[in-house]
């Protein structure tokens, strides 16, 4: 079964510092490879995508690092801040080839808490 | 705001009984995504639907069903409830078959006592 691996659990980060989650996959199939960012009472935003011909893309503060060959990716927040508090889901999907199934798999979540 | 609109927000039910959810995709969207959140288990894929047709299953039991309608909304169907069924039930839409980019939208909260 497909899986996405993601860690830590949740994490717990003064304000400015960096934030770091990491996923590992085992598909090779995947080729898009999101992150979504979900509030309490909200559903799961977009918040930056790459795919795994750059081995990194940066949108603002949050920067996306890929790794092929290890098959691991990860998201960094950078100047992290009490808005940023929130629950982070990556995510991964097959490159589209035709007929079949290409939905999202999602780690489990890591729920981040920035403190002043 | 995504563009994805589900009612109702809140369901409380009890075991044994049957609910609906419903979703409407963002303008253009024809592909529509259910999937289930709970705490221990994340967000797991339940059924995508494209164009009105059945697209891919996941890990969606019997006793739930679904279906696209012709002005592309959706509705999720939950029958025999039971106290395991009490989750975070999302839609996501996107315009193409392959879920990218994907938008969800605020979820149901569903209670079963």
């Known amino acids: 079964q497909q899986q996405v691996k993601q860690s830590p659990q949740s994490l717990i980060v003064q304000k400015g510092g960096i934030s770091i989650i990491n996923c590992a996959y085992e598909?090779?199939?995947?080729?898009?490879f999101p992150w979504y960012q979900q509030f309490p009472g909200k559903g799961p935003a977009l918040l930056i995508a790459?795919?795994?011909?750059?081995s990194e893309k940066k949108e603002g503060r949050f920067t996306i690092s890929f790794n092929k060959s290890a098959k691991q990716f990860s998201l960094h927040i950078m100047d992290s801040q009490p808005g940023d508090s929130a629950t982070y889901f990556c995510a991964a999907s097959p490159k589209y080839s035709g007929a079949g199934s290409y939905q999202l798999t999602f780690g489990k979540g890591t729920k981040l808490s920035v403190i002043p | 705001d995504s563009g994805v609109t589900q009612t109702p927000k809140h369901l409380i039910t009890a075991t044994g009984q049957r609910v609906t959810l419903r979703c409407s995709p963002r303008s253009g969207d024809l592909s529509v995504y259910w999937y289930q959140q709970s705490l221990d288990q994340g967000l797991q894929f339940l059924i995508q639907y494209y164009n009105g047709e059945e697209r891919a299953k996941g890990n969606i039991l019997e006793r739930f069903s679904a279906q696209q309608f012709p002005d592309l909304h959706s509705e999720l169907n939950l029958s025999s409830l039971e106290l395991g069924d009490s989750a975070l039930y999302f839609c996501a839409s996107s315009p193409e078959p392959w879920g990218t980019p994907l938008h969800f939208g605020n979820g149901t909260r569903l209670t079963v006592t």
């Open positions: 598909n090779t199939a995947f080729d898009y």
């Open positions: 790459i795919r795994p011909d750059v």
